[in-house]
C-alpha cells in the first residue's frame, strides 16, 4: 500500500511539473498570437504587457536566461506607443512608486521624480509617447499601466538601446 501511494504520488507530481509552462514557451505562445492578431492597439498592448510579466519575473534571477531576456527587449523596441497616444493619461499613471530590479523610483504628479529615500528633485513630462527629462532624455513609452513602466534608453555613449522594465509598488 505504501509502496502504491508513492507511487500515484510521483506520477501526481509529475503530471504538475509537465503541466508548468516555461518562460521561454510562454514567449513564444506570446509572440505567436500577437502575430496572428490584428496588430491592434488592444493586441499591441496584451503582448507587451505578457513581455513585461515575464521579463518582471525573469530579472528576479540575474545572469538566467539572458537570450530570453534579450528577445523580449527585441520585441518591445519593436512596439512603443503610438506617437499620438493620450499622453494626458499617461501622465496620470506614471505618478507612484516604481520598482526596478535594483532600486524605487518615484514619480510625483508635480512633475517631480527621484530614487525613493533620496532627493526627488528630477523633473519629467511626458510628451505624446515619449518620457522626457532627468536620465532619460525623449525615450519612448512601450508600456504604462496600472501594473508596468516599459520604456527604452539610448545606452550610455549612444551604442545601441535598452528596455527598462519596472513594476508598480503596491500599498
Known amino acids: 500500500m505504501k509502496k502504491l501511494i508513492g507511487i500515484v504520488i510521483a506520477i501526481l507530481m509529475a503530471v504538475r511539473v509537465f503541466a508548468q509552462t516555461s518562460p521561454q514557451k510562454d ?3 506570446a509572440k505567436q498570437k500577437y502575430e496572428q492578431s490584428s496588430h491592434d492597439e488592444t493586441a499591441r498592448v496584451a503582448y507587451v504587457t505578457k513581455l513585461a510579466q515575464l521579463k518582471v519575473e525573469l530579472l528576479k534571477v540575474p545572469n538566467e536566461q539572458d537570450d530570453l531576456k534579450g528577445a523580449i527587449n527585441s520585441e518591445c523596441q519593436k512596439l512603443p506607443y503610438p ?3 493620450d499622453s494626458k493619461k499617461l501622465k496620470q499613471l506614471i505618478v507612484g512608486t516604481w520598482a526596478s530590479p535594483r532600486r524605487h523610483y518615484v514619480y510625483l504628479a508635480n512633475g517631480k521624480w527621484g530614487q525613493e529615500g533620496g532627493a526627488i528633485t528630477g523633473n519629467w513630462r511626458i510628451q505624446g509617447n515619449q518620457l522626457i527629462g532627468g536620465d532619460v532624455m525623449n525615450e519612448p513609452i512601450i508600456l504604462l499601466n496600472q501594473d508596468y513602466f516599459v520604456y527604452s534608453v539610448q545606452n550610455p555613449g549612444g ?8 513594476s508598480r509598488v503596491k500599498n
Open 27 to 29: 514567449f513564444e505562445t
Open 83 to 85: 506617437k499620438d497616444v
Open 159 to 166: 551604442h545601441g538601446t535598452d528596455v527598462m522594465f519596472h
